[in-house]
């Protein structure tokens, strides 16, 4: 079945507390991403990537950090977690159709909920 | 810049009578259009796009939506609202801000809809 899986589904962690959050999809899709969504903004983009080793900032990369080692995973990685990062997060991944960069549908993963103490 | 406005926070219809959603969108550049939906604690869903082809664009479930460049408008609408309508629904827009990195993606903040029996 073609999915994207997230891991954890929820997370309490404390401030200052380095912790990851993993994305994968077996799509063999070239563009992933990642989104947090808070209520009464919609979802905004953190970082995306459009394909192994290629990795750029969304709208709000701050205190956030990505690689993109192999196609399949884009880990999700908060080095020093403070509250205003409590929110839901979602990755999300794409192919890329016609060789220019035109994304088609994304397919989002479950999301994480995370909450930052 | 590109934006998304979603004009209704909330909507609340009858079962059975017409959905309208409104978003607005702003792009430098010929944009690609999308309506996601989102279920309560579920990921989104694709419900539609438009890439340019055809301005009226039916999508899964009985929405549609016109894209209205003089408008700048992409309105989702279905002419009979089901219980199982309920949830959230994002506007999005897709641009392609830099050739070499692809698009982006931004999201409207999203629209609830309420449907009461």
């Known amino acids: 079945e073609a999915q994207v899986t997230q891991n954890p589904r929820y997370l309490i962690t404390v401030t200052g507390k380095k912790l990851t959050v993993t994305c994968s999809q077996n799509m063999n899709h070239e563009y992933m991403s990642w989104y947090r969504q808070d209520p009464g903004l919609g979802l905004r983009q953190i970082y995306y990537?459009?394909?192994?080793?290629?990795?750029d900032k969304g709208d709000v990369p701050e205190g956030y950090k990505v690689s993109r080692k192999e196609k399949r995973n884009f880990p999700l990685i908060l080095e020093s977690p403070s509250p205003n990062q409590t929110s839901l997060y979602f990755c999300?991944?794409?192919?890329?159709?016609?060789?220019?960069?035109?994304?088609?549908?994304?397919?989002f993963g479950p999301g994480t909920r995370l909450l930052v103490l | 810049a590109q934006s998304v406005t979603q004009l209704d926070s909330h909507v609340s219809v009858s079962e059975g009578t017409p959905v309208l959603l409104r978003c607005n969108y702003s792009?430098?550049?010929?944009?690609?259009l999308f309506w996601y939906v989102q279920h309560p604690n579920k990921g989104l869903q694709l419900l539609l796009k438009y890439t340019s082809a055809a301005t009226l664009v039916k999508g899964i479930n009985g929405f549609e939506a016109e894209f209205k460049k003089s408008e700048t408008s992409f309105h989702l609408t279905k002419p009979s609202a089901h219980m199982s309508d309920a949830a959230e629904y994002f506007c999005v827009v897709s641009t392609l801000e830099r050739m070499e990195y692809g698009n982006k993606l931004v999201f409207g903040a999203g629209t609830i809809l309420r449907v009461k029996s």
């Open positions: 990537s459009m394909n192994v080793e290629v990795t």
């Open positions: 999300a991944s794409s192919s890329l159709a016609g060789g220019q960069g035109v994304q088609e549908t994304q397919y």
């Open positions: 792009s430098s550049y010929s944009p690609s």
